[in-house]
T-cell receptor, first 112, second 111 residues
Framework: QKEVEQNSGPLSVPEGAIASLNCTYS??????FFWYRQYSGKSPELIMF????GDKEDGRFTAQLNKASQYVSLLIRDSQPSDSATYLC????????????FGSGTQLTVLP | SQTIHQWPATLVQPVGSPLSLECTVE??????LYWYRQAAGRGLQLLFY??????ISSEVPQNLSASRPQDRQFILSSKKLLLSDSGFYLC??????????FGPGTRLTVL
């Protein structure tokens, strides 16, 4: 059973700071990693995915993958109050239907 | 572009009553479809997935069932609801890779 671990938080950062969210996974063979953002009462929204070691940047978001250490991070630069949400990490479960295993999520609060 | 619909948006049902939640996807063909449940303050639990019409796989044995009568329609059902069935039910789809896209969800409260 593949496992995905995230610090549940809550994580609080001041507006304008860098928020760092971490995720570790158990399957060394995992090839792709996904970050979802979920606002309170809403459904998850895909914001980033990464396949290769290193960094992938998209606007204020950077995903960092370290396969040797089996962790993936999401950095949010210049954090805004609108970034306050729960961030879910997901990895493929290995099934034929392209299932994902989700972490329990990290709750982020950006303080004005 | 693809869109996914779920209804109803909210539902309050008594214990022992039946359930039918519907999910439809527009703008794509042959999607993989998924039903998840998210209990309050918890992570996502995969309930069912489907790779085609009539093909349903269950991840967790329980009093729920799923059906896929059409390519882009996925239905979650129960004959008798339990208190523990309360939660946020999410339908999702994927086509080429592992990226999954979620519908708006149905919030179910069983009293």
């Amino acid at each position: 059973q593949k496992e995905v671990e995230q610090n549940s938080g809550p994580l609080s950062v001041p507006e304008g700071a860098i928020a760092s969210l971490n995720c570790t996974y158990s399957d060394r063979g995992s090839q792709s990693f996904f970050w979802y953002r979920q606002y309170s009462g809403k459904s998850p929204e895909l914001i980033m995915f990464i396949y290769s070691n290193g960094d992938k940047e998209d606007g204020r978001f950077t995903a960092q993958l370290n396969k040797a250490s089996q962790y993936v991070s999401l950095l949010i630069r210049d954090s805004q109050p609108s970034d306050s949400a729960t961030y879910l990490c997901a990895v493929p479960s290995g099934g034929s239907a392209r299932q994902l295993t989700f972490g329990s999520g990290t709750q982020l609060t950006v303080l004005p | 572009s693809q869109t996914i619909h779920q209804w109803p948006a909210t539902l309050v049902q008594p214990v022992g009553s039946p359930l039918s939640l519907e999910c439809t996807v527009e703008g794509t063909s042959n999607p993989n479809l998924y039903w998840y449940r998210q209990a309050a303050g918890r992570g996502l639990q995969l309930l069912f997935y489907s790779v085609g019409i009539g093909q349903i796989s269950s991840e967790v044995p329980q009093n729920l069932s799923a059906s896929r009568p059409q390519d882009r329609q996925f239905i979650l059902s129960s004959k008798k609801l339990l208190l523990s069935d309360s939660g946020f039910y999410l339908c999702a789809w994927s086509v080429l890779g592992h990226e999954q896209f979620f519908g708006p969800g149905t919030r179910l409260t069983v009293l």
